[in-house]
């Protein structure tokens, strides 16, 4: 059996191999084998049959379209931005130092470091390490000189600068900073003394402004507090007798002399009047029924007459000397300052007091007090 089988498996490869090279020659005309015999017989009678084996279909590969050697099939790239961020910036100067391009990575690092160029840095963190860079690159390239520059100029922007890594830096970096640093110490010890006076100074004016600015709303609020007002007098209420002239001009105890001493008068002739109008009346009246003592009569009208006389002359020159007076000091007009509460909008806030408040609780364990409290 094992003999049969190996038989027929050596049968198959001598069938296969022909057929493949077949396959793989290109012949155009040559039409494909068993395409003539019917389907369910044999291709060839004459052969030793073999084991019929069932046909697979390969699928047809689709084969890559040919293109041009020039052409691409592949997207275009974003174009990336012209400029870059100064962390960038820096990481390529940085890999210019560390290839040894000393030359370039100092003529890139001085255009960065141009505030008139293109694109500068700006954050002072990536300034103060390119210019430790830039130094690196020119002891590197053979120009020790010119590295004090940036440093010189690393240090003076902060003073408290911490001298190069060594482990990123090659110890002539970090020996040429302290180098520089030493020889600026007496001008940083000037800088920071200059900068603490400045400082000082800006405190000081700040303050005299602050002071200034209260002193001027205390000003304000107490102009804000005042008012003032002006009364003006008039010279027609001034010939008003009973002391009116002297009232209206702020002279209140001569006017109530004048308004006493007058109205007495005034009052004392009147009455005087009224007496003896009182008099001839009832004389009058008696001189019906009996006669009347002519003598006693005439001689109660008399005094009476006299006290009339002169109470009224004597009102009528104290009333025009108290007129008199009042012209001759006459003042136009008074000036008088109050004090008024501010408006509501305007009062200063006064600081809240301390407020305490206790509020009880009772839940299912038991009760107590919340304290609650501003200050």
């Known amino acids: 059996m094992q003999r049969f089988l190996s038989a027929v498996v050596l049968l ?59 052409a691409t099939t592949s997207e275009p790239k974003p174009k990336l931005s012209d400029h870059l961020s100064d962390e960038a ?21 001085e255009r960065l470091l141009d505030p008139t160029g293109r694109d ?17 690159c020119l002891l590197g390239a053979g120009e020790g000189a010119a590295a004090d520059a940036p ?26 900073f302290l180098k520089v640093r030493d020889s600026l110490v007496t001008e940083i010890r000037a800088a920071e003394q ?83 109008s009182r008099l001839a009346t009832e004389v009058y009246e008696i001189q019906k029924t009996r006669p009347v003592d002519a003598a006693s009569y005439q001689k109660t009208q008399s005094a009476w007459g006299t006290i009339r006389a002169l109470s009224f002359w004597s009102f009528a020159a104290l009333a025009a000397g108290g007129i008199l007076q009042a012209q001759l000091e006459f003042v136009p007009e008074f000036t008088e300052t109050r004090t008024r509460p501010l408006p509501p909008s305007l009062t200063p806030t006064k600081p809240k007091t301390t407020e305490v408040s206790a509020v009880p609780y009772f839940d299912q364990t038991g009760g107590g007090v919340t304290l609650m409290g501003r200050f």
């Not at 040559?30 to 279909?57: F, H, I, L």
């Not at 440093?151 to 040429?176: G, T, W």
């Not at 002399?257 to 007495?264: G, H, I, K, M």
Request: proline share 10%; charged share 20%; net charge positive.
């Open 194 to 276: 200059a900068r603490i006076r400045q400082a000082q100074s800006e405190a000081r004016e700040r303050q005299q402004r602050l002071a200034a600015d209260r002193d001027r709303m205390h000003a304000l609020e107490q102009l804000a507090q005042k008012e003032t007002i002006v009364q003006r007098n008039s010279r027609a209420r001034a010939f008003i007798p009973f002391g009116f002239g002297q009232f209206q001009n702020r002279e209140p105890g001569l006017g109530y002399t004048l308004l006493v001493s007058e109205a007495a008068l005034a009052s004392l002739s009147l009455s005087s009047i009224v007496v003896q």
């Open 12 to 70: 198959s490869v001598g069938a296969l191999l022909p057929a493949r090279a077949a396959a793989q020659t290109p012949t155009a005309s040559a039409p494909p084998a068993a395409s003539s015999a019917p389907p369910g017989k044999p291709a060839d009678a004459g052969k030793a049959q073999a084991p019929a084996r069932p046909a697979v279909a390969k699928p047809a590969v689709a084969k890559p379209a040919a293109t041009k050697p020039g």
């Open 89 to 109: 910036e820096l990481s390529r100067v940085v890999g210019l130092y560390e290839a040894g391009k000393y030359a370039e990575c100092s003529s890139e690092i």
């Open 151 to 176: 440093l010189r100029a690393a240090i003076h922007e902060n003073p408290q600068m911490k001298p190069p890594d060594s482990l990123v830096f090659p110890q002539p970096v970090v020996e040429h």
């Open 120 to 136: 500068p840095l700006r954050q002072p963190a990536i300034v103060e390490n390119a210019r430790v860079y830039w130094a690196a």
